[in-house]
């Protein structure tokens, strides 16, 4: 049995998360009480072979029961249930906007909390040992609903049982730094693609950019001195028991040299054997 433990901040796209993996063949259930997946785990080996997949939403809209969800972890592993923690964060600022465009009210906001404000502080306090614990997390700030369900399908497609997934990232720093990377690399040093042009509106996907980023020494430099950092780290990490590591290109827009280096370092790994995941998440952005 897979099975995947979806928590994270209210408005920070649970729901979206949860649409991903049903698309991907998941048995969801939204909304547990985390008293009754000790219960729903028993459930399920009396009816093993139908329900292979499954995927369990548990959150702060139970209140202080979220805090059972630890004694039922403890005992799932005691019953020989392994599973996957998957977190949703999302800065607090974006959040709010999406309370306001939604006009959904904060399930926490009642007594004492009185603005969505506060129930997002309370909520970050009453979910941070599950962040903690999360093999999985994911920052939904600046990602659209497709980028989502895009990252939630490639971790969990074919990934659920490698040592370790890298998600190789693209980003533009006029954009914001991305709060999930592990790693930063900032390629803004090199030449860049953008004053050409006939490169301008190219991507650092297409041939003609590459071969141009490429063919400057100092470029060929920084990729030859990444490969072996990577070299280094990826069997460390992997001796450590990382389930999951975010390494993110950066240049100016993230369109031209981020977007190449993304994807060499991608197929560079994949080369060494380990479970990747490419994603540009401001390639499109008009103006980059």
């Known amino acids: 049995m897979e099975l995947i433990i979806i928590t994270g901040l209210s408005g920070a796209g649970k ?7 049903e698309d991907m063949g998941y048995y969801c259930v939204d909304n547990m009480p985390p008293k009754l997946i000790v219960s729903f785990f028993e459930l399920y080996q009396r009816a093993r072979g139908k329900v292979e997949k499954v995927a369990i939403v548990v959150d702060a809209r139970g209140g202080d029961m979220f805090q059972d969800l630890f004694t039922g972890l403890g005992q799932l592993r005691a019953n020989g249930c392994d599973y996957k923690i998957l977190f949703l964060d999302c800065k607090d600022s974006v959040i709010i906007t999406r309370y306001k465009e939604t006009r959904r009210r904060h399930p926490l906001m009642e007594g004492e909390i009185q603005t969505v404000e506060e129930a997002i502080r309370a909520e970050r306090e009453l979910l941070a ?3 903690e614990m999360a093999d999985y997390v994911v920052d939904t700030t ?3 609903s497709a980028q989502l369900k895009e990252k939630v399908s490639a971790i969990f497609l074919n990934n659920v049982g490698e040592q370790l997934l890298v998600t190789c990232m693209s980003f533009g720093f006029k954009h914001g730094l991305p709060s999930d990377a592990d790693l930063v690399f900032d390629v803004r040093c090199l030449p860049n693609p953008f004053y050409v042009e006939e490169l301008r509106p190219k991507t650092g996907l297409d041939r003609e950019v590459q071969d141009y980023i490429f063919r400057f020494p100092e470029s060929g430099q920084f990729r030859e001195k990444l490969f072996e950092m990577m070299d280094f780290l990826i069997p460390l990490y992997i001796r450590e028991g990382k389930s999951q590591l975010v ?6 827009g993230g369109k031209h040299r981020s977007v190449a280096y993304a994807s060499l370092l ?3 790994l994949e080369g060494m054997g380990v479970g990747v995941v490419t994603t540009h998440r401001d390639m499109k952005k008009a103006g980059t």
């Open 15 to 21: 729901s979206k998360a949860v649409n991903a993996l």
């Open 129 to 131: 040992r599950a962040r």
């Open 142 to 144: 600046l990602l659209t």
């Open 247 to 252: 390494v993110a290109m950066g240049c100016t």
């Open 266 to 268: 991608a197929e560079h």
